[in-house]
């Protein structure tokens, strides 16, 4: 089976300091991937590189099986803040892919359903809380039907409650939609909650790769998962990122 | 229990009928708070005069500018108003156009900049009545000096308010943008353009200000209608009542314009998450 988008990055740059040196993995059709490690490691400028926003350095991407450069369609991008346009409605914002007259669009009010603000078609993003601008932005980021949804750090400006109902949100909108996720975190419960697989990344490259075996819904306080969060601290530790 | 359906609702209509005209009135309040300062002051002034405090050929009482006014209304004052009024909105708008279209540029292409912004500044350092003279000798006293010397007076607050706007877009946004691969005239008019409009509309407002400014130089210097003209009138008549009548017209237009300037600008920036104190 091949996979569904294929990362080699050889190097990447920034003027004489190395961010990124010999790294690479592969995503399967429909799985939850994380990055995880500390600032600085490179994690979030490894994600820029796949999502197309960051063209310059030497590697190799291919999504299902199909070299590209820069952007591409069928990956999504979700950033760590909402990053909706004030100017826009809600519905406008979830349909900026259309331009004008993308908020009658009939997709905007399912997507909307999906992320729990049914009837905020109209709202202004000023109007809406941190959480739910969040939702508003993955709605946006779903919009464009995309094979690959990266996040990067998508849940860390919300407060641990809220960050909670997002995460049980994107696990739900990613089984719907079958997009396959891969989000960059630095927090250790957030990666082996979501994911199938944690990448644990330091300075060094991708030190350790965990797999999670619990079947969904995953309950937040099963001791694998602490277990799991011992090795990945144990990986950090040594690779001096902690 | 149908005693109590039946009692609420009508409890309910009257109790809400009630806020809703006290709702009107902190509006209200404000807008008589602002009008305390000069209706008390023209008051004090009436009363001064009215007691015989002050000799009052130098500065007429509000009563006998009403009566100057008036007078002035029966002598065809309308045509003075609609002439500076028709200036200011001919050289605004050609102002405006001229400094939205620069700024756009300058504030778009790093390469327009290089080559438009340092001949804007330095044509910017001239105070804008040194024209004065030269837009005389070339244009002569007609209407064309006076359109070209407001126009000059919107110009630089509307380009200057445009570039500041489009250079101060969040970064971010622009990103957004191009992850949904905007780029060129699209990224401009989708992002750019919303993105910098509060500075635009910084800029027009200012630059309207300016305009009615140039506009009363203007006709100062030469005109044969106008409320500069009145003013010149006035003191070459020497009638204070007649100046300050003119004055307090120049302030009512002026406020007027900005107020429908400020009522555009509260519509199209509803969405921004500001300060209101």
Known sequence: MTALLNVHVEQKRYGERTVLDRIGFALQAGEIVSLLGPSGCGKSTLLRIIAGLEREFDGRLALAGQGYEGLNRGIGFIFQEPRLLPWLTVAENVAFDLGSGGANDPRVGELLAEVGLTGLNNALPKQLSGGQAQRVAIARGLFRHPQVLLLDEPFSAVDAFTRMRLQDLLLEVAKQHGTTVLLVTHDPDEALYLSDRVLVMSQSGIDVELEVPLARPRDRRHPALSELKNAALTALFAAHAI | MSKTSLTLPALASTSRRQPLRLALSPAFKRALL????????????????????????????????????AELWRQGLLKHLVASTLRVAVGFAI??????????????????????????????????????????????????????????????????????????????????????????????????????????????????????????????????????????????????????????????????SDGILKALERRQLAWRDSFKA
């Open chain 2, 95 to 256: 102002g405006t156009a001229a400094g939205m279209v620069l700024g756009g540029l300058v504030g778009l292409s790093r390469r327009a900049e290089a080559l438009l912004d340092p001949s804007v500044q330095a044509i910017r350092a001239i105070p804008s009545l040194a024209w004065v003279p030269l837009l005389l000798l070339w244009l002569g006293i007609d209407e064309a000096p006076k359109i070209v010397l407001i126009a000059l007076g919107a110009f630089f607050p509307v380009y200057l308010g445009l570039v500041a706007g489009i250079r101060d877009v969040d970064r971010r946004w622009v990103e957004l943008g191009t992850i949904y691969g905007l780029h060129g005239w699209p990224l401009v008019r989708r992002i750019l353009l919303p993105a910098s409009l509060p500075a635009l509309f910084t800029g027009l407002r200012g630059g309207l200000g300016l305009a009615w400014m140039f506009m009363v130089a203007a006709e100062l210097i030469a005109a044969t209608k106008g409320l500069g003209y009145l003013l010149t009138d006035g003191r070459e008549t020497s009638r204070p009542d007649i100046v300050l009548t003119a004055i307090v017209l120049l302030a009512l237009l002026g406020k007027l």
């Open chain 2, 34 to 69: 602002g009008l305390a300062l000069p209706l008390g002051l023209l008051a004090a002034l009436e009363l001064a005069s009215q007691l015989g405090w002050y000799r009052s050929n130098l500065l007429p009482p509000p009563s006998e500018l009403l009566g100057t006014l």
